[in-house]
């Protein structure tokens, strides 16, 4: 339990951990999901979001213990869900794939929408869509809590842009 505890006082902030997991990352396991095209128990091609969806669950299992609950497919009510939930951070993750339906998910968290009875009862109080993708944004967005991570250069050093296509980080993934 003081392992657990430790690990959410050390990650003050969603960002900070976002950071921490995509750290963690394993190039060979990214490059490996897109050049053998997985297939999902129906045999048919998986995702590439759902492929990052597991990269980033066992990415966040190696930064956080095992004892650190993370809900994947997450929902309050029938009204959406969202990629993951930490419960004790009341934390939500988005993660997309080269901006599919990016403007619908970015609209989630506002007035009206699916997402924001979660924020107006507490259930969430922060969140970040991460938008994995091979080249660089190219527009802005008005959503702060959108980030988009490219992964260029066989997986080995992805760049992160906030929502006004700044560069904030990049990271040399190894292994």
Not at 22 to 40: D, P, T, W
Not at 76 to 81: A, I, L, N, Q, V
Request: neutral net charge; contains cysteine; aromatic residues 14%.
């Amino acid at each position: 339990m003081l392992l657990i505890a430790h690990f959410l006082e050390s990650v003050l902030q969603l960002r900070a951990l976002f950071r921490a997991v995509l750290e963690n990352l394993s190039r060979i396991s990214l490059r490996h999901a897109v050049e053998s095209k997985k297939l999902s128990t129906a045999a048919k091609p998986r995702l590439m979001e759902a492929q990052y969806q597991d990269k980033f669950y066992r990415a966040f299992y190696g930064v956080a213990d095992m004892g650190v609950p993370l809900c994947s497919e997450w929902s309050r009510s029938g009204g959406g869900r969202v990629d993951f939930y930490i419960p004790q951070k009341q934390w939500a993750i988005e993660l997309l794939r080269d901006e599919d339906r990016i403007t619908d998910h970015v609209t989630r968290s506002h007035w009206g929408e699916k997402y924001f009875p979660w924020s107006k009862e507490k259930r969430v109080v922060d969140w970040i869509i991460i938008n994995c993708t091979s080249s660089p944004p190219t527009r802005e967005y008005s959503e702060p809590d959108l980030w988009t991570a490219v992964f260029t250069n066989d997986f080995s050093d992805p760049q992160v842009y906030d929502y006004q296509v700044l560069s904030l980080f990049s990271i040399a993934l190894h292994n």
